[in-house]
Protein backbone atom coordinates (compact mmCIF):
# COMPACT_ATOMS: atom_id res chain seq x y z
CA UNK A 1 0.00 0.00 0.00
CA UNK A 2 1.33 3.60 -0.41
CA UNK A 3 0.74 6.41 1.35
CA UNK A 4 -2.13 8.18 -0.34
CA UNK A 5 -4.25 4.83 -0.24
CA UNK A 6 -3.43 4.94 3.43
CA UNK A 7 -4.80 8.43 4.03
CA UNK A 8 -8.31 6.88 2.24
CA UNK A 9 -8.68 4.26 4.07
CA UNK A 10 -7.95 5.68 7.55
CA UNK A 11 -10.60 8.88 6.10
CA UNK A 12 -13.33 6.34 5.55
CA UNK A 13 -14.23 4.72 8.91
CA UNK A 14 -17.10 2.31 9.22
CA UNK A 15 -18.01 4.07 12.70
CA UNK A 16 -18.86 7.49 10.46
CA UNK A 17 -20.70 5.53 7.46
CA UNK A 18 -22.87 3.54 10.38
CA UNK A 19 -23.67 6.41 12.02
CA UNK A 20 -24.74 8.63 9.15
CA UNK A 21 -26.85 4.85 7.74
CA UNK A 22 -28.71 5.02 11.26
CA UNK A 23 -29.44 8.95 11.22
CA UNK A 24 -30.92 8.00 7.72
CA UNK A 25 -32.48 4.68 9.23
CA UNK A 26 -34.44 6.86 11.72
CA UNK A 27 -34.99 10.44 9.89
CA UNK A 28 -35.64 9.25 6.36
CA UNK A 29 -39.26 7.70 5.19
CA UNK A 30 -38.74 5.89 1.98
CA UNK A 31 -41.30 4.96 -0.46
CA UNK A 32 -40.66 3.70 -3.88
CA UNK A 33 -40.62 7.26 -5.58
CA UNK A 34 -40.23 9.07 -2.89
CA UNK A 35 -37.77 10.13 0.18
CA UNK A 36 -39.14 11.96 2.75
CA UNK A 37 -37.83 13.66 6.33
CA UNK A 38 -39.94 11.88 8.78
CA UNK A 39 -39.58 15.00 11.57
CA UNK A 40 -40.94 17.41 8.72
CA UNK A 41 -43.83 15.36 8.26
CA UNK A 42 -44.52 14.78 11.84
CA UNK A 43 -44.52 18.20 11.88
CA UNK A 44 -46.52 19.81 9.00
CA UNK A 45 -49.13 17.43 10.10
CA UNK A 46 -49.49 18.29 13.77
CA UNK A 47 -49.29 22.01 12.50
CA UNK A 48 -52.37 21.27 9.78
CA UNK A 49 -54.50 19.41 12.41
CA UNK A 50 -53.76 22.45 14.73
CA UNK A 51 -55.17 25.18 12.13
CA UNK A 52 -58.12 23.23 11.21
CA UNK A 53 -58.99 22.84 14.89
CA UNK A 54 -58.48 26.34 15.85
CA UNK A 55 -60.30 27.57 12.55
CA UNK A 56 -63.44 25.45 13.89
CA UNK A 57 -64.00 26.34 17.23
CA UNK A 58 -62.94 30.14 16.27
CA UNK A 59 -65.92 29.80 13.51
CA UNK A 60 -68.39 27.81 16.01
CA UNK A 61 -67.79 30.72 18.68
CA UNK A 62 -68.55 33.41 16.52
CA UNK A 63 -71.80 32.01 15.38
CA UNK A 64 -73.13 30.88 18.92
CA UNK A 65 -76.31 32.67 19.80
CA UNK A 66 -75.84 32.26 23.42
CA UNK A 67 -72.51 32.52 25.83
CA UNK A 68 -72.00 28.65 25.96
CA UNK A 69 -68.76 28.24 24.49
CA UNK A 70 -67.39 25.50 27.06
CA UNK A 71 -66.18 22.72 24.95
CA UNK A 72 -64.84 25.15 22.06
CA UNK A 73 -63.16 27.18 24.37
CA UNK A 74 -61.55 23.72 26.13
CA UNK A 75 -60.24 23.09 22.39
CA UNK A 76 -58.60 25.93 22.15
CA UNK A 77 -56.73 25.86 24.79
CA UNK A 78 -55.71 22.31 24.89
CA UNK A 79 -54.45 22.86 21.38
CA UNK A 80 -52.90 26.37 23.06
CA UNK A 81 -51.32 23.81 25.65
CA UNK A 82 -49.94 21.77 23.28
CA UNK A 83 -47.58 23.78 21.10
CA UNK A 84 -46.17 26.54 24.40
CA UNK A 85 -43.13 25.19 26.40
CA UNK A 86 -44.07 24.37 29.93
CA UNK A 87 -42.73 27.37 31.98
CA UNK A 88 -39.49 26.87 34.01
CA UNK A 89 -37.59 28.92 36.52
CA UNK A 90 -34.23 29.83 35.40
Known amino acids: ?11 ETPSETKSEKEFERN ?3 KSCCLEVDKRAITFFSQFTI ?3 IICFCL ?3 H ?5 ESGE ?10 T ?5 SMK
Do not use: F, R
Not at 1 to 11: Q, W
Open 27 to 29: NVW
Open 63 to 67: TLDKC
Open 83 to 87: WLPNP
Open 59 to 61: LQL
Open 1 to 11: MSASEEVELKI
Open 72 to 81: YMSLLTLVLG
Open 50 to 52: SIL
